[in-house]
């Protein structure tokens, strides 16, 4: 079984900086692409930053510059480290990762459970 568990969420003032953690476990061969993912109430999950194996990185026009995301490979790991929050970040982070899983080979994307992080004074 595999599991991707988010961690870092939280209340923050606008302005403020939270750092989110997705460590993967199980049978796991390796991680190839991975990413956030986040979803506010009443829209549509949306992508925020995304990491390929090789360390290329894309983010969304609305977090570019403010968000960071990085991967420790040994971890298993993918970071989301972000800077001058604004009300609007305000929403439910997911992680996604494309596992290539043990014994198989094969590669299945897997979602974690979700963080919340609110940007309120």
């Known amino acids: 079984q595999v599991r991707l568990v988010e961690s870092g969420g939280g209340l923050v003032q606008p302005g403020g900086s939270l750092r989110l953690s997705c460590a993967a476990s199980?049978?796991?061969?390796?991680?190839?692409?991975m990413a956030w993912y986040r979803q506010a109430p009443g829209k549509q999950r949306e992508l925020v930053a995304g990491?390929?194996?090789?360390?290329?990185?894309n983010y969304a026009d609305s977090v570019n510059v403010r968000f960071t995301i990085s991967r420790d490979d040994a971890k298993k790991t993918v970071y989301l480290q972000m800077n001058s929050l604004k009300p609007e970040d305000t929403a439910v982070y997911y992680c996604?990762?494309?596992?290539?899983?043990?014994?198989?080979?094969?590669?299945?994307?897997?979602w974690g459970q979700g963080t919340q992080v609110t940007v309120s004074s």
């Open positions: 990491i390929t194996s090789s360390g290329s990185t």
């Open positions: 199980g049978s796991i061969f390796r991680a190839n692409a």
């Open positions: 996604k990762a494309e596992i290539v899983r043990l014994p198989s080979f094969r590669s299945i994307d897997y």
